[in-house]
């Protein structure tokens, strides 16, 4: 019989391509086993693989102790996925805005679609759905 520790090392190598380096956003200390990327790596595991796949989802970075901002590969664009206070979800799709004029700021984010109340069991449908212009 398997004891508890066996148990664990083989859910650990089972998931280890799965686990992603994230980046600290300027001015937080390098990340260790904390809240934040126990939150964040939780978030990104729940988002399906060929979800991550079919939308280009890459550079996955905690932005805060419950958001998560990935890359996504059609053009600049971001999803961010930020874990609220009732253990749902919002999805937010962003688009980065360069503009030329001096009045206005060099870059600003454009939300084109959010969404809220979203179970972990929906975040590939939506963030699929967001990125490929289904979900409006």
């Known amino acids: 019989m398997p004891t508890a520790a066996g148990i664990l090392g083989v859910f650990c190598l089972t998931f280890s391509p799965q686990i992603v380096s994230f980046k600290c956003k300027e001015g937080f200390p390098p990340m260790t086993t904390t809240a934040r990327t126990t ?5 990104w595991r729940q988002i399906p693989v060929m979800t991550k796949m079919a939308c280009g989802l890459r550079e996955a970075t905690a ?3 419950t958001e998560l901002r990935a890359k996504c590969l059609r053009g600049r664009h971001y999803v961010f996925v ?9 999805v937010r799709f ?4 360069r503009n030329r004029s001096a009045d206005k700021p060099l870059i600003e984010l454009v939300e084109e679609v959010t969404r809220s109340d979203v179970y972990f069991d929906m975040l590939g449908e939506m963030i699929y759905g967001m990125t490929h212009g289904l979900i409006k």
């Open 39 to 43: 939150v964040a790596t939780t978030t």
């Open 63 to 65: 932005v805060s102790e």
């Open 82 to 90: 930020k874990l609220d206070p009732s253990d749902t979800y919002t």
């Open 94 to 97: 962003v688009r980065i805005k």
